[in-house]
């Protein structure tokens, strides 16, 4: 089963509005996430990497006021497109790093924004 | 900067075909690691292989096998006999030390697996 928990997996929104995107780690706790955005057809771009109890880290190029991103547990980050245009349709994925014995990265199934 | 290339956009089989991904990597880094993923039409991505730089070694798990040469840097990823449910899209991903924070992926490869 699934142990990242993506929602919404769809939503469609008005240009102007703010969306919020959940990533949940199921049954294991995970310090660093990480936020994708892919474009049809195109690689994943790391948008950036989301540490619990901090601050964001954002790569270059992303708004950081545009795509709010709070982790505020072990176990959610958030990811909040803030005034939404049609530019930021795309499809969003993110990912949990999980630190046991060995280092392990799972992704969500993602979600598509479609701005009107 | 790295860079991770994979010149198939899209290839087509038959069923029971083997089919070949390609992947080809550019870094200056000699600590790297290699990975595939599965992104099937359900969106999430499925791990399938980490290799390291220093782990020339062919691996074959199933009906998937990787050859890595560090010659060519490629790191190409081969399908035996496939199946219907082996459509997706592939990608390969590059990422410094062991970090996966700084994975580099490239654009990805999408399989069409036919009856």
């Known amino acids: 089963g699934a142990v990242v928990s993506q929602h919404p997996s769809r939503v469609i929104c008005k240009s102007g509005t703010s969306v919020k995107i959940e990533c949940r780690s199921l049954?294991?706790?995970?310090?660093?996430m990480f936020w994708y955005r892919q474009f049809p057809k195109q690689s994943l771009m790391l948008m950036a990497t989301?540490?619990?109890?901090?601050?964001?880290?954002?790569e270059q190029g992303v708004e950081k006021d545009k795509f709010l991103i709070n982790h505020a547990s072990l176990t959610l980050s958030t990811l909040t497109v803030t005034s939404a245009h049609p530019e930021d349709s795309s499809f969003y994925i993110c990912?949990?790093?999980?630190?046991?014995?060995?280092?392990?990265?799972?992704f969500g199934s993602g979600t598509q924004l479609s701005v009107l | 900067a790295q860079k991770v290339t994979q010149a198939q956009t899209e290839i087509s089989v038959v069923e029971k075909e083997d089919v070949t991904l390609d992947c080809v990597y550019e870094?200056?880094?000699?600590?790297?690691?290699l990975f595939w993923y599965k992104q099937p039409p359900s969106g999430e991505l499925v791990f399938l292989i980490r290799?390291?730089?220093?782990?020339?070694q062919n691996e074959i798990s199933g009906r998937y096998s990787w050859n890595f040469q560090k010659s060519t840097s490629s790191f190409n990823f081969t399908i035996t006999a496939s199946q219907v449910v082996d459509s997706a899209v592939y990608f390969c991903?590059?990422?410094?030390?062991?970090?996966?924070?700084?994975?580099?992926f490239g654009k990805g490869t999408m399989l069409l697996v036919s009856p």
């Open positions: 990912s949990a790093r999980q630190l046991l014995w060995e280092e392990k990265l799972f």
């Open positions: 049954d294991f706790q995970a310090t660093t």
């Open positions: 989301s540490n619990e109890g901090s601050k964001a880290t954002y």
């Open positions: 870094t200056r880094d000699t600590t790297y690691y």
């Open positions: 290799r390291n730089s220093f782990d020339e």
């Open positions: 991903a590059l990422s410094l030390n062991s970090g996966y924070s700084t994975l580099t």
